[in-house]
């Protein structure tokens, strides 16, 4: 269940300045690694050979591509925040995003979230969210990024 709950324009543009919340931790697995690569035909062996990653990688072992570190949003950003009152929503695009530390296959992940502003548009709302992807116990995002959604009425 989302952690904040808005409705409409206007109250999208009262929570500007604010933190929305936090995700559930995600385990990302060795499985969701392989299906991700799979679909992006990334097959870095630092994702997908685990043995090889133990022995090679200065990482110690696999990790996430930071593209599925990011592609988790739209499943995690709707456990932050839920808006009503429109009648659609599109991922409009991303700026900033950076991803300052590896993700550990094996490691969980969450996402926790910043309304950046909220600008009125003929038929909607433009929303930049800031949103830093951490990892349990680590000193460092895994992920630090603005995404940009557009809400229609």
């Known amino acids: 269940m989302a952690q904040t709950t808005v409705d409409g324009v206007e109250g999208v543009q009262g929570l500007v300045g604010q933190h929305l919340g936090y995700s559930d931790w995600v ?6 690694v392989q299906q991700f690569a ?5 097959q870095q062996w630092i994702h997908v050979d685990p043995e090889r990653a133990k022995k090679e990688s200065p990482f110690g072992g696999p990790i996430a591509h930071g593209y599925l570190t990011l592609s988790l949003l739209p499943s995690l950003i709707p456990q932050i925040v839920t808006i009503t009152g429109f009648s659609m929503g599109v991922n409009y695009g991303t700026e900033k995003v950076r991803f300052p530390s590896p993700v550990p296959v094996g490691a969980r992940v969450r996402a926790g979230a910043t309304m950046e502003s909220a600008t009125p548009f003929a038929g909607g709302v433009a929303m930049n969210l800031a949103v830093t992807m951490e990892i349990e116990g680590g000193s460092k995002p895994a992920m630090v990024a603005t995404v940009v959604y557009r809400r229609y009425v």
């Open 38 to 42: 799979d679909a992006t035909g990334d």
């Open 27 to 32: 385990t990302i697995t060795q499985e969701q």
